[in-house]
């Protein structure tokens, strides 16, 4: 796994360049970490989370390497496929 540069974090999304800074192995890690961290946070083991992606060329693969980390590490996934941003927040 590479190490994930931590700049691409934002206060409401993940940005950085498409295979440099985010692929399929870092958004797995960012579904699979989400879950672990909400895990503890809240003391739930029954999680469910939205997910959502936007029309761009790499955000198919990126949305199911998101879900499959989701998936595997123990919680749902609501995939409101592709939507505009207010929509998956309202979501």
């Known amino acids: ?7 691409i974090f934002r206060a409401y999304d993940v940005r950085g360049i498409y295979t440099v800074d985010v692929n399929k192995e870092v958004a797995y890690a960012i579904g699979a970490s989400l879950v672990r961290f909400l895990q503890e946070e ?6 469910s989370l939205v997910v959502g992606r936007d029309g761009r060329i790499s955000s198919p693969e990126l949305n199911q390497a998101v879900k499959k980390g989701i998936l595997e590490s123990g919680a749902n996934v609501i995939d409101v496929g592709l939507c505009p941003t207010p929509a998956f927040y309202f979501a």
């Open 1 to 7: 796994m590479q190490k994930i540069n931590t700049a």
């Open 42 to 47: 809240t003391g739930k083991e029954n999680l």
